[in-house]
């Protein structure tokens, strides 16, 4: 009897799965995704090698590096997944260890924001950049598009994302933050609730 229940286990497991290759499962892998144009429009303004430049409500400033990086993820599974072309800019301030933000193109056409980053320190968010359909992985936080945000007199569309009503939002090394497609990372709030201004 034991024998018999073995085998059976063993036919289910073998049959759930794809043993030697996806064609085990029926399964057609598609060839790599590239990216289209909506999620990579959000990356232009960050030059690999520039520097952004911010200053706080008392006039002290901090100097981001940026860092382009160019990158292949996997999306569907492992069998029947397939690479993804991913686009990453990472800022890295100059003047405190540990602050740094990050937003890169994925999934052929979604946006993230510190996705590589730990759940713990940083707000992460998905956003469909065709739809604008988010996807929050924080408490206590939301994202909108705010089309009429006031920036130096002009108006534009920006993305906010906030963490709101929670002690654990002062965890977040930003707590709130605020992009532009064109323009790129225009303000953050951060875990002393100090608010600091791109000037450059």
């Avoid at 049959?15 to 144009?37: A, R, Y």
Wanted: charged share 25%; net charge negative; hydrophobic share 35%.
């Amino acid at each position: 009897m034991k024998k018999i229940l073995i085998i059976t286990i063993s036919c289910f497991i073998l049959n759930g799965c794809c043993v030697m290759t996806s064609q085990d499962c029926g399964c057609e892998p598609s060839s790599k995704e590239f990216l289209i144009d909506e999620p990579k429009e959000w990356l232009m303004s960050f030059e690999n090698g520039e520097f952004q430049i911010f200053q706080d409500d008392n006039g002290n400033l901090d100097s981001f590096a940026i860092e382009r990086v160019q990158d292949t993820g996997r999306i569907g599974g492992d069998e029947c997944g397939a690479d993804s072309e991913i686009e990453r800019a990472n800022l890295l301030s100059i003047n405190r260890y540990g602050m740094r933000f990050s937003i890169e193109a994925m999934e052929r056409n979604h946006i993230s924001t510190n996705y590589v980053e730990s759940q713990e320190d940083f707000i992460q968010i998905t956003m469909n950049a065709q739809t604008e359909e988010f996807y929050i992985f924080n408490k206590n936080t939301t994202a909108e598009i705010l089309n009429n945000f006031d920036w130096n007199g002009e108006s534009i569309s920006v993305l906010k994302v906030n963490c709101t009503g929670s002690s654990n939002c002062f965890n977040y090394a930003m707590r709130q933050y605020i992009i532009s497609k064109e323009l790129g990372l225009l303000e953050f709030v951060d875990n002393n609730a100090n608010t600091w201004k791109r000037i450059n």
